[in-house]
């Protein structure tokens, strides 16, 4: 498991920061069944979604379907504010002159997170 803290910057003309939120980025054999579903209905557009099993919070950026593989996501920015989840990624394509798989690709990432009760922005 990878568990990492990340900082906000949210807090300029939003409501006020109250902690950075630890996560773990899911395997994608670690997905629960229901939401690898919804994932794979979804996959061929950008999506957003959240997703409650037991204690924990799963939240899903994907960036639709590309030309090519070589694609990454990594997460900007994770936080708990006074009333909401604030959720950023960065889209990283193929380096330039890098080998890449030349068929279609659906990049997307889960993380996991401690249940929290409040919505969700994605930005």
């Known amino acids: 498991?990878?568990?990492?803290?990340?900082?906000?910057?949210?807090?300029?003309?939003?409501?006020k920061k109250i902690r950075d939120?630890?996560?773990?980025?899911v395997k994608e054999n670690e997905?629960?069944?229901l939401l690898m579903e919804k994932i794979e209905e979804q996959k061929e557009e950008a999506m957003k979604l959240t997703y409650m099993?037991?204690?924990?919070?799963?939240i899903v950026k994907g960036y639709g379907m590309q030309d090519t593989?070589?694609?990454s996501i990594s997460v900007k920015e994770l936080c708990l504010t006074?009333?909401?989840i604030y959720f950023s990624t960065d889209f990283h394509g193929p380096k330039k002159g890098e080998v890449v798989a030349d068929?279609?690709?659906?990049?997307?990432?889960?993380?996991k997170l401690e249940k929290i009760e409040e919505p969700v922005v994605f930005e």
């Open 31 to 33: 997905i629960p069944e």
């Open 53 to 58: 099993e037991d204690e924990y919070l799963y």
């Open 82 to 84: 006074e009333n909401a």
């Open 103 to 111: 068929s279609r690709s659906y990049p997307y990432i889960v993380i």
């Open 1 to 15: 498991m990878i568990f990492a803290l990340c900082s906000c910057s949210f807090t300029e003309g939003k409501t």
């Open 69 to 71: 593989g070589g694609y």
């Open 21 to 25: 939120i630890e996560y773990t980025v």
